[in-house]
């Protein structure tokens, strides 16, 4: 007996939807294309419950004829290509005929449509995929898609769905970049009743960008308006380097008007800035290209997200240099205020020996090494400062002129290491110490990190971390993603000692933050934050909590190139003996180097150490 059958159409369309739409997002991509697709210049969507209970994209496009409205849902139904040939040419966002089976597939749908010029609309209703009603109505040109209870049947593809709140927030920051690649269009997006993106007036990309991303930064973008190749262009709008992220999510690349994501490109645009941010941090820019429809495949991914661009190595290279050109323009970079990357505030409020020391002294210096052999007194007083338990390593210089009777010991042991005992600091980055055993050679980074981790680790535990409150509050406009992750999250930023407070359309104000964050730039500090707690979404609040601590004491710890006086060397040191695990860093990095004395006799050849 066969064992092979057909699938029935109600099955297949199932089977596509997996593939298509993926949670309320897709749904919502599809639908704007075919709104783009129908030549529509108002756009508004309408959404709740994260886009789960109801998606309703409405436009004022060209429409669809009763006809066309019946086949409409059916899989393969489209009117944008009629055969293979028109593959090699495709210039509309859809072709594939599939997006509105998919949805059908797996929501309620009622679909409301009326042509231009017609007098009388028509609706279809169907339910998993089903024709359930067809009617005429009076309608406004143009076509309504409502989709409600997405994933009813697929309860498994329900599970994948985050919360609501990061949903919509994945909704809303697809609209606000799509609206970026078609400022001519408006785009008006309403969540639960409120509008939470409107851009009605704002008519460039400027102007959106400065409604998205706030006035300073808004205004900050760099245009450039290039042809690279015959019917090639580019238009890019580059934020200053002040500006940027830790994750490659504020990169929006259109090709052609369709919203793309593209490895290539996003590393053509990091190339531009290469040396301008640091490793791991990654730029802030839209970049629409013009490409003849013939020199590229959008038919390599169902959602076609992904696109194959031929030639794509010549584009990225005029690409970086386009940009490179324009971004090392030195005078058109505003000078805004530094990233809080290696621009700690100094952890000695010790002005005058700040002034002093500007010019790293060098090691011959006899004096600078005698500092290897503290005098009593400064034991004393560094014991007393050790016993404080602050992550504000500033109040240290308040604390030296306290006494307090100790042991008579001049050396710090450190878990098994015995009696380590200061040399000094390398190349403002490393601490070297001695003991019989031979050098210890200690990341400062690595080893102030661990401490704060630990202390925040601590703190975090008891419950107990406290909350200093701002005296500037600071204003942040988010995005409606990072909105939605920030709503999510609010409870646990709360716990961790940041008070944040709603302020309006995307904008929020940071009036608290733990004690002790000793940072300049907290605006960026806490946008990484929420950056670094969606790409944890899947972790637990336990790992996400870890992950804070760890990003927050690696933003809070001294950097590399950062001079320490003698007293913040043993201040670290001193630290470190109370921290569990002495040895690396949270993010795993080794703390301590040991050249023993054996190593140091081989290395000279002076025969065999004997301690
Ligand atoms: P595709 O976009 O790949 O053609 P879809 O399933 O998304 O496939 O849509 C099927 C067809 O329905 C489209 O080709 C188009 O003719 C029509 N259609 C869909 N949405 C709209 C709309 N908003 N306005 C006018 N026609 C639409
Ligand atoms: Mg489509």
Known sequence: MAKIKILDTLTTNKIAAGEIIERPVSVIKELLENSLDAQANYIEIEIEQGGLGLIRVLDNGIGMSREDLKIACQ??????????????????????????????????????????????????????????????????????????????????????????????????????????????????????????????????????????????????????????????????????????????????????????????????????????LPKGRFPI????????????????????????????????????????????????????????????????????????????????????????????????????????????????????SKGEQQADKKTISIRDIPDLEPIGQLNNTFILAQNKNGLYIIDQHTCHERILYEKLMKKENQKDIATENLLIPISLNLTGKQEGILIKNILLLNSLGFIVENFGLRTFVLRGVPVGLDIINKEQFFIDLIDTLEENEKLTPAKIKESLLTLASCKAAVKANHKLTREEIYFLLQQLTKVDNPHTCPHGRPIIHHLSMSKLYKIFQRGEFIG
């Open 285 to 400: 820019a839209i970049v629409s290209l013009t490409i003849p429809f013939n020199e590229v495949d959008v038919n390599i991914h169902p959602t076609k997200l992904n696109i194959k661009i031929y030639d794509i190595e010549k584009i990225t290279e005029q690409l970086t240099k386009i940009l490179k050109d324009k971004i090392w323009q030195k005078d058109i970079v505003p000078n805004l205020q530094t990233d809080y990357i290696g621009q700690l505030k100094p952890l000695f409020n010790n002005n005058v020996e700040e002034q002093f020391f500007l010019e790293p002294e060098p090691f011959y210096n006899q004096e600078k090494i005698n500092f290897s052999v503290p005098k009593y007194e400064e034991i004393v007083q560094e014991k007393a400062v050790s016993e404080r338990d602050d992550l504000n390593l500033s109040e240290i210089s308040s604390l030296t």
């Open 75 to 276: 899989r393969h139904a489209t009117s944008k290509i009629t055969g293979a040939q028109d593959l090699e040419n495709i210039s509309t966002f859809g072709f594939r005929g599939e997006a509105l089976s998919s949805i059908t597939a797996v929501s309620q749908l009622i679909l409301t449509t009326c042509e231009r010029g017609s007098e009388v609309g028509n609706q279809i209703k169907l339910i998993g995929g089903r024709i359930d009603n067809i009617s005429k109505l009076a309608f406004n040109p143009g076509t309504s898609v409502e989709v409600r209870n997405l994933f009813f049947n697929v309860p498994a593809r329900r599970k994948f769905v985050k919360s609501l709140s990061y949903e919509a927030g994945l909704i809303t920051e697809l609209v606000t970049k799509y609206s970026l690649g078609h400022p001519d269009i408006r785009f008006k997006l309403i969540n639960s009743n409120n509008i939470v993106y409107d851009t009605a007036g704002l008519n460039s990309v400027e102007d959106r960008l400065r409604d998205i991303y706030g006035q300073e930064m808004g205004s900050s973008f760099i245009f450039i308006d290039k042809e690279i190749f015959p019917g090639l262009g580019i238009k890019a709008w580059l934020a200053p380097e002040t500006f940027n992220r830790n994750t490659r999510n504020q990169q929006t690349i259109f090709i052609n008007g369709r919203l793309v994501k593209s490895m290539a490109i996003s590393k053509s645009i990091e190339n531009a800035y290469h040396t301008l």
